[in-house]
């Protein structure tokens, strides 16, 4: 068969029959083109070698340039290519070696709260049993993992901290930190009150500031009280108590011991969903003890009213004590 410029384009193009390529190809290699294939050259380059000498010798217009295209293009692709597989294993690696220097990365949480006039009870996925009082925030992972039982809380609750030696139970509110193994204790962190407070009921608790700086073991009925002053010094402080006196409202019981009646108020504005002005500012800070039990707002202002020597009126949802 004749070597002809028809066929030569038809083999660059791809439209050859597997008889015409050999034809072609023993051609290529042989000595009628004039070319010779030194070792170890790029075969890339030789080709672009070899279809430039056969169009100029055969005048095809433009071949070469789209095929040199084609291949510019394709290795641009590859370059392409490589450089988004860089990225990509250098995403796996930071994102491996985050979630390895933080496991908590990858934890799903749940986030519980009370709103005013609402207590509730909450099971946490070890077993532990949280009663929170009103006004309260409890968030905690769905499921334990690691070596440690870590939660965020902030307002008031009791917890039943089930046991667990492997993995201690920590909880974190805005200035403190508590960690135990298993324990009854009622943790009091509202975001209205510069002290933080823990009572132990039963077993063994360690109570520290956020920095760790300062820290105590709170045994049963030992309250430890964690208190940032108003020039930033840090106190913290123990006393000896009765837990249960710190503990009744888990039972409904409504219990004062010898506060005023601005916290008094602080109280009643919690666990009704009210408000409470007090128009005389003596009354604020007149002292109050009592205790009532599952009580009615009316009863317990009626009563608080006889004994501190004050009236009430109300306006919708407010109750004006004068």
């Known amino acids: 068969m004749q070597i002809t410029k028809e066929l030569i384009e038809r083999y660059h193009q791809g439209q050859c029959s597997p008889d015409e390529q050999d034809i072609v190809q023993q051609w290529l290699?042989?000595?009628e083109v004039e070319m010779s294939f030194p070792e170890n050259?790029?075969?890339?380059a030789i080709e672009d070698k070899g279809w430039k000498k056969i169009s100029s010798r055969y005048h095809i217009p433009e071949v070469q340039e789209?095929?040199?295209?084609?291949?510019?293009?394709?290795?641009?692709?590859l370059q392409l290519a490589a450089c988004l597989m860089l990225v990509l294993v250098t995403l796996f690696y930071l994102n491996t070696k985050l979630k390895s220097e933080n496991p908590?990365?990858?934890?799903a949480y749940k986030e519980v709260k009370t709103l005013k006039g609402q207590k509730l009870s909450v099971s946490l996925p070890d077993g532990t049993i949280v009663w929170m009082n009103a006004e309260s925030i409890l968030r905690f992972p769905v499921s334990f993992k690691g070596n440690l039982r870590e939660l965020e809380f902030s307002g008031e609750a009791y917890f039943n901290v089930a046991k667990d030696r492997s993995k201690p139970f920590v909880i974190h509110t805005a200035k403190t930190k508590v960690q135990?193994?298993?324990t009854r204790f009622n943790l009091?962190?509202?975001?209205?009150?510069t002290a933080t407070s823990v009572v132990v009921e039963e077993?063994?608790?360690?109570?520290?500031?956020d920095s760790g700086k300062q820290h105590q073991i709170l045994t049963a009925n030992k309250r430890g009280v964690f208190e940032i002053g108003r020039s930033g010094v840090l106190s913290m402080k123990t006393e000896e108590v009765h837990a249960g006196k710190y503990t009744a409202w888990r039972n409904n019981e409504l219990l004062f011991d010898n506060v005023t009646m601005q916290e008094v108020a602080q109280v009643?504005?919690?666990?009704?969903?009210?408000?409470?002005?007090?128009?005389?500012?003596?009354?604020?800070?007149?002292?109050?003890?009592?205790?009532?039990?599952?009580?009615?707002?009316?009863v317990v202002l009626e009563s608080m009213g006889f004994a501190v020597k004050f009236n009430y009126k109300q306006h919708g949802q407010t109750f004006i004590l004068y």
């Open 66 to 77: 789209q095929r040199r295209g084609f291949k510019f293009n394709y290795r641009i692709i």
């Open 29 to 31: 290699e042989s000595d």
């Open 104 to 107: 908590n990365r990858t934890l």
């Open 41 to 44: 050259i790029d075969l890339n």
């Open 188 to 193: 009091r962190a509202l975001v209205a009150e």
């Open 180 to 182: 135990v193994l298993g």
């Open 203 to 209: 077993g063994k608790v360690q109570f520290s500031g």
């Open 268 to 298: 009643l504005e919690r666990w009704y969903n009210v408000k409470i002005a007090i128009n005389r500012q003596a009354l604020r800070k007149e002292r109050y003890t009592g205790s009532f039990n599952n009580p009615a707002l009316s």
